[in-house]
């Protein structure tokens, strides 16, 4: 993130660059969160910032013109959240009131997988935690199941019958598949692979940034911040240098 930041530059009206991917969920769509992990530390602007880019970007790929914002908390209630929490909502709902984002509310974690918004919006440090807890359970769940279906004869014979669900659902928890995170906000097209990314996954990243090149994703994400910029306001502590957490 540092090194992208610093040879492309940010666009204007945003100061820093956030890690935005796709998380399956219960609809059998993508749920965009941002940020995963590029800024540990944020203020209610960067939150506004994401989801500002964060539309463009599931607007760019899915061709939904208004996608759904929610502010990730830990309860739906506006009075909920710490501070920037219950500023950056101030800002969110105003945003959605002036027609510059959809925005649906606070949404709590549980919420991600369900699918109920398109996009989620938290600071790195919430968002990476998040993203390694989600492929620490699929990959927990392939575990189980080849465990409890080679400990006796029936059990395998089980898992013959079941087998188009187990692979559908083993294809579906699959976070190889979705490999390749967007760094949105600079000049240029940034995309991130996995550090513990396989070749399977590895494959996935490169169709990822050619489908944002082939949907001018950075048009539209400039346009959304044209459009958004009465309500950015920039952050001259981002003037310095900043620290990438490690992800």
Do not use: W
Request: glycine residues 12%.
């Amino acid at each position: 993130m540092a090194l992208a930041r610093y040879l492309l530059k940010t666009i204007d009206g945003i100061d820093r660059p956030a890690i935005a991917s796709g998380i399956p969920n219960a609809k059998g769509g993508m749920t965009t969160v941002l940020d995963l992990g590029a800024n540990v530390d944020c203020n209610e602007q960067h939150l506004l910032q994401f989801a500002v880019m964060g539309s463009a970007l599931v607007s760019a790929l899915s061709g939904n013109n208004t996608p759904s914002v929610g502010l990730l908390n830990i309860g739906e209630e506006v009075i909920k959240g710490n501070e920037v929490i219950k500023k950056a909502g101030e800002l969110l709902r105003a945003a959605g009131a002036s027609g510059d984002l959809n925005f649906h509310g606070n949404v709590e974690g549980n919420d991600i997988f369900k699918g109920v918004v398109d996009i989620v919006v938290c600071d790195g440090f919430v968002g990476n935690v998040m993203l390694k807890t989600g492929e620490g359970v699929a990959s927990m769940i392939g575990g189980f199941l080849r465990e409890e279906f080679s400990r006796n004869p029936l059990t395998k014979l089980a898992a013959v019958a079941a087998y188009p669900i187990l692979a559908a659902l083993k294809k579906r928890t699959d976070h190889r598949r979705y490999n390749g995170a967007a760094l949105l906000g600079l000049r240029g097209l940034v995309f991130k692979s996995h550090g513990s990314a396989d070749e399977l996954a590895f494959e996935n990243a490169p169709g990822r940034a050619y489908d944002a090149a082939r949907n001018n994703l950075l048009d539209r994400v400039q346009a959304r911040i044209d459009h958004a910029r009465p309500l950015l306001v920039g952050d001259p502590a981002d003037a310095q240098p900043l620290e990438a957490a490690t992800t």
